[in-house]
């Protein structure tokens, strides 16, 4: 009555009749589930996570948000799918993402991921938007241009900003993920520069690498300061401090070219730079980096918004405005019935303000 069904990685997994499977259950929301980076359905979510990746760049953000959000149940799961009666009752799974379940679960493949994939628009829009500093709405109207690729978008004269133009340059290098070793080395500069603008201010490592990931497309950064204040006007000094060392081997880890300005938010509190790094094959590439200042009162709201994951982070925000009547952000909690911000300086005590079990990063990979 039972089968032995041996996977690829040499699990064994006893397949059971239709009538004895068991239905998973997880609650509904991402920031209610532990899930760390061991994903028993990773063909199921890589291929909703295309299908979010592909309305995301079309501008289709809530089709987008409703495939992370299945795939993110998948993640969650203790074992791999084998039958679709194990999803009665699972939270977000919508006809859509159920029909693409189905497909692969019985021919192995989904004929909507794979015809995806292979579209013309969906690879000019992955190529266009990799590039550092382009976003959906440029690369489409790139495409209806007739720009598909990088030859077409050097040869077509289009005017590019400061960011775009080292993107397009340094496509391959941002392009490759970025290792934990490449990571641990640029905070190792960055907290250099850091301490010799700001003695005091401390620097951590958020983003994926504070998840447990062990590559990443960027290095997060975020920076804070003991004294209340004094974080202002870091930023703007730190970053003149990685200018000026502008083609200066820094004990031959770490060469910083060039500093590209991505994004600028209220009071110079985030910026996204471009570093080059030895490899040790004499070589230096681009890697993207990405700095955040906070002041000490909001660093426990700032920690919480930049470690991620992004759907973690979403579902945070959709937690406390629909269960809790506050609003979360990176800087604050606001109570809305009481009409006031609540403090906190850990992130256990925001959890605990939400009426949520404490997640450590590493089980925020949703
Ligand atoms: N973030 C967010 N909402 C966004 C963008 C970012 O909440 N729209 C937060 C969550 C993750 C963190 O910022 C860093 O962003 P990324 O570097 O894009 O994410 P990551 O998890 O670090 O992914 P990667 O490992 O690929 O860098
Ligand atoms: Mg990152």
Not at 193 to 203: F, G, H, K, L
Not at 215 to 225: A, E, K, N, R, S
Not at 231 to 238: A, D, I, N, R, Y
Not at 269 to 282: A, E, N, P, V
Request: proline share 3%; charged share 25%; hydrophobic share 40%.
């Amino acid at each position: 009555r039972h089968k032995l069904q041996q996977t690829p990685g040499g699990t064994v997994h006893l397949l059971m009749n239709d009538s004895e499977v068991t239905p998973f259950s997880v609650p509904g929301y991402a920031c209610q589930r532990r899930c760390t980076l061991e994903n028993h359905n990773a063909v199921l979510t890589d291929a909703l996570s295309l299908l979010a990746e592909n309305a995301e760049l079309s501008d289709e953000d809530g089709r987008g948000v409703a495939f992370r959000r299945a795939a993110a149940v998948l993640k969650a799961l203790p074992s791999a799918v084998t039958n679709m009666s194990q999803l009665t009752g699972l939270p977000c799974l919508g006809g859509h993402s159920l029909r693409v379940i189905k497909d692969i679960l019985e021919n192995g493949t989904s004929s909507e991921v794979e015809s995806t994939k292979e579209s013309e628009r969906f690879k000019a829009l992955k190529v266009l938007t990799g590039i550092f500093g382009v976003g959906s709405k440029t690369a489409d109207r790139w495409i209806r241009e007739g720009i598909h690729n990088l030859q077409q978008l050097r040869d077509s004269g289009q005017t590019l900003n400061r960011a775009q133009q080292a993107g397009l340059e340094h496509y391959d290098d941002i392009k490759q993920p970025v290792s934990l070793a490449e990571a641990e080395a640029i905070r190792g500069i960055v907290g250099r520069a850091v301490a010799s603008v700001s003695p005091e201010a401390q620097i951590v490592l958020t983003g994926g690498f504070r998840r447990g990931k062990l590559t990443g497309h960027d290095v997060d950064f975020l920076i804070t300061h003991p004294e209340e204040g004094s974080e202002v006007g870091l930023m703007p000094k730190l970053v003149s401090w990685l200018e000026s060392r502008v083609s200066c081997h820094l004990q031959n880890v770490l060469l910083i070219c060039d500093v590209i300005f991505l994004l600028m938010f209220a009071l110079f509190c985030r910026f996204s730079l471009c570093c080059f790094i030895d490899k040790q094959t004499r070589r230096w590439r681009a890697v993207r980096v990405d700095l955040v200042v906070s002041p000490i009162s909001q660093f426990a709201f700032a920690l919480l918004g930049w470690t991620g994951s992004k759907l973690f982070e979403r579902e945070l925000r959709r937690w406390a405005g629909h269960e809790k009547g506050m609003s979360l952000s990176s800087h604050a909690l606001y109570d809305n019935k009481q009409g006031r911000y609540i403090r906190a300086s850990s992130e256990e005590e925001i959890f605990a303000h939400l009426g949520l079990e404490f997640i450590p990063p590493n089980e925020r990979n949703a």
